[in-house]
């Protein structure tokens, strides 16, 4: 088994939560950190674009807790924000989820541009993909998944602010490297767990996990 280095997961008492540095373990990053470079992360929250999200993020966490649902937090944040175009990266395997999220835009008087991920309709040849990798053997055309594409459109449709809703992982990441605007994940693709995968981690202990080998776990 790989060794790691201790970092937050392996602490019990989340000290950092009220700054009660008496209790903070010998691990923990909030105890050794560079002072340099927690002064460079707050020096990021004076730009004004930067210092309205995180303060907008944590008073709805603040006065919605438990309480709202992911979507309605997106649509809380939008409005707070004031953002006025939305842009959706949407897997085509999950336009009808995108498509009931863009009606409820639609009646909260929200502008909104959708884009599939087969958005362009290149062949996986172009990325190099071989038949045998292919969803269909190789025996037609298959358009590769394009994010990058995804997120030029965006730009050139002048979105405000990018919802990713079912993107494969990977696919996400190239997404998230280009877009011009900022952005956040509705929906994380398995279609294992009904796009649920904290279900995996939820299970992993259990009888039935998949992670038995790495766990360790003999029954």
């Known amino acids: 088994m790989t060794e790691c280095t201790h970092s937050c997961p392996d602490c019990g008492i989340v000290a950092c939560r009220g700054r009660k540095e008496d209790q903070y373990p010998p691990f923990c990053p909030t105890a050794s950190l560079d002072p340099a470079l927690l002064e460079e992360a707050m020096a990021q929250y004076q730009d004004a674009e930067q210092r309205k999200i995180a303060y907008t993020s944590a008073c709805i966490e603040g006065e919605f ?69 292919k969803l269909n053997g190789g025996c037609a055309h298959e358009s590769m998944c394009n994010p990058i594409l995804q997120a030029k459109v965006l730009a050139a449709q002048k979105t405000d602010f990018n919802i990713l ?40 202990t259990g009888s039935y996990s998949r992670f038995k080998k790495e766990l360790n776990i003999t029954k």
């Open 65 to 133: 807790y438990g309480r709202l649902t992911r979507v309605e937090e997106t649509i809380e944040f939008i409005r707070r924000m004031g953002y006025k175009k939305i842009g959706i990266a949407s897997c085509i395997g999950l336009l009808k989820e995108t498509s009931i999220f863009c009606r409820i835009l639609k009646a909260c008087g929200m502008e909104y541009y959708a884009v599939g991920c087969k958005i362009g309709a290149v062949d996986k040849s172009e990325i190099d993909v071989p038949d045998t990798n």
């Open 165 to 204: 809703i079912g993107l494969c992982v990977g696919h996400d990441t190239l997404f998230l490297k280009h877009t011009e605007a900022p952005a956040t994940v509705m929906i994380v693709k398995d279609r294992v767990l009904g796009h649920n995968p904290v279900a995996a981690l939820y299970t992993a």
